[in-house]
């Protein structure tokens, strides 16, 4: 089955202090893999996707992301985390075949909540 | 250039009331999808419409409708609100020929008593 797993479901950092969230996915085929934030109150936005090619991909706002095949995963990755980074955090894998209408979604992993501390 | 734009933002409803959400997009996508986010859950899909004049049944679609009004407007209706329902909707948007990038609205958050 085609699914994403977030192991860590709150991560706590200092300001200023490096920042991975661990994202695992389960896809029978290359897959494309993007990871959202979503700020308190607010809609869920896209800070970097992964579709073929390099393997280290950048985004907004200082972020990368690493998809290594071997391990499954597609960790999410800042130097120095600042204080408006605080948020959740999805990663997502897709597409995802619906049923026969010839659509596509994308699977959702729980979330991770990231807390930063002075 | 709008985006994904959801009215309302907030709604308070008692069980058994009705509501529909409304959802519209300008970049002209063919797909359009309907989320609820609850604590711990993630994001699950309720309906979804692979392109205009489609609807289909998601991962948690009962108790809920959709309509796709046309190309832009995908809306979803609680035709009897039950408490279960209090939740976070998110509407979605994708061009599926764009490798199935979605776009989100800002929400909606629901409070059925």
């Known amino acids: 089955a085609q699914s994403v797993t977030q192991p860590d479901i709150h991560i706590t950092v200092s300001e200023g202090a490096s920042l991975e969230l661990r994202c695992n996915y389960s896809y029978g085929a290359t897959p494309y893999l993007f990871w959202y934030v979503q700020s308190p109150g607010q809609g869920l936005q896209l800070l970097l996707k992964?579709?073929?090619?390099?393997?280290l991909v950048q985004g907004i706002k200082g972020f990368e992301a690493e998809f290594k095949r071997s391990q499954s995963s597609f960790n999410l990755r800042k130097p120095s985390v600042h204080w408006s980074d605080a948020a959740e955090y999805f990663c997502?894998?897709?597409?995802?075949?619906?049923?026969?209408?010839?659509?596509?979604?994308?699977?959702f992993g729980k979330g991770t909540s990231l807390l930063v501390t002075p | 250039n709008a985006g994904v734009t959801q009215t309302p933002k907030f709604q308070v409803l008692k069980t058994g009331q009705s509501m529909t959400l409304q959802c519209a997009q300008d970049m002209n996508h063919n797909s359009m999808y309907w989320y609820r986010q609850d604590p711990g859950m993630g994001l699950r899909l309720i309906y979804y419409?692979?392109?205009?004049?489609?609807?289909d049944k998601g991962e948690v679609p009962n108790g809920y409708n959709v309509s796709r009004l046309n190309k832009r407007e995908f809306s979803l209706r609680l035709e009897s609100a039950a408490p279960s329902q209090t939740s976070v909707y998110f509407c979605?948007?994708?061009?599926?020929?764009?490798?199935?990038?979605?776009?989100f609205g800002p929400g909606t958050r629901l409070t059925v008593l």
């Open positions: 997502a894998v897709g597409p995802i075949p619906l049923n026969s209408n010839s659509g596509y979604a994308l699977n």
């Open positions: 979605a948007s994708s061009d599926s020929l764009d490798y199935n990038e979605q776009f």
């Open positions: 992964y579709f073929s090619g390099d393997t």
């Open positions: 419409s692979a392109s205009e004049g489609t609807t």
